[in-house]
């Protein structure tokens, strides 16, 4: 895999910061931040932005930040409420939304949640003809599926979105719940580019382990968390470099 900047991509083990500033001037100032800290990707959680439905600004702002990122690629997320983000919006303007960032915005990545889009054939043949990395993901904050719903859903969206990123993250109730994403991620992870994450406390290996669970991201933070379970920066370099 490769970004815009044709730097080819670690295959495990990349870091990535999200950005969750409300307006552009706090934005200007957090991407500096983040950038600083050297991350592999930077997530620009468009959800924490007051603006996200004005799509001139966001192309504007896309615009703006790029040459601050020195080559970093940056991954838009537009989270909803439902999969446990701050848009508190209905799946079709999140449809909509979507379309026009995949049209207009010059960006790396693109996160997808499945469950808002499923098989919505006008949006997949848009997608087909951008040159953007889909991150197809699907959050639950309250439970784990198991380990045969795991392999199902993961089918599903190789099925609908294939040559993407799968990204599957869920809030374990047990250890038993931890070990299930563990070794869903090892199995599927040798043949498609997958991020598995258990979180919260309980699940914390999940993003330390990377490399041995062929995950192929894990999510971290500079000052806020954009999820439970989430180490900083420092700490993750630090971890991952005694789990080589
Ligand atoms: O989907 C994810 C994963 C995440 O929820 C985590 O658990 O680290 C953090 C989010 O910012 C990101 O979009």
């Given at each position: 895999m490769m970004t815009?900047?044709?730097?080819?991509?670690k295959t495990h083990s990349n870091i990535c910061l999200p950005l969750m500033?409300?307006?552009?001037?706090?934005?200007?100032?957090?991407?500096?931040?983040l950038v600083n800290a050297k991350p592999d990707?930077?997530?620009?959680?468009?959800?924490?932005?007051?603006?996200?439905?004005?799509?001139?600004l966001m192309t504007d702002l896309v615009n703006k930040i790029t040459p601050k990122l020195n080559n970093i690629p940056l991954l838009v997320t537009l989270r909803t409420k439902r999969e446990g983000g701050k848009a508190d919006i209905s799946d079709s303007l999140y449809v909509q939304l979507i379309e026009q960032y995949a049209t207009h915005l010059i960006i790396d990545f693109l996160?997808?949640?499945?469950?808002?889009?499923?098989?919505h054939e006008g949006l997949l043949t848009l997608l087909k003809h951008q040159q953007i990395i889909l991150v197809i993901s699907y959050h639950d904050f309250t439970k784990t599926l198991s380990k045969e719903e795991m392999m199902k859903l993961l089918k599903e969206m190789q099925?609908?979105?294939?040559?993407?990123?799968?990204k599957l993250a869920q809030m374990p109730r047990d250890f038993e719940d931890v070990l299930n994403v563990m070794s869903v991620?090892?199995?599927?992870?040798?043949?498609?580019?997958?991020?598995m994450i258990a979180m919260g406390e309980l699940g914390k290996v999940?993003?330390?382990?990377?490399?041995?669970?062929?995950s192929w991201l894990t999510f971290v933070s500079l000052d806020a968390l954009s999820a439970?379970?989430?180490?900083?920066?420092?700490?993750?370099k630090e971890l991952l470099s005694q789990f080589k």
């Open positions: 815009r900047a044709n730097k080819p991509f500033a409300r307006n552009e001037a706090d934005l200007l100032v957090e991407v500096d931040k990707i930077i997530e620009w959680r468009v959800d924490y932005f007051d603006d996200f439905e004005t799509i001139d996160d997808i949640q499945f469950h808002s889009v499923k098989n099925h609908y979105y294939p040559s993407s990123v799968y991620s090892y199995e599927v992870g040798k043949e498609e580019t997958v991020i999940t993003r330390v382990l990377t490399k041995q669970l062929n439970p379970g989430q180490m900083t920066i420092e700490q993750a």
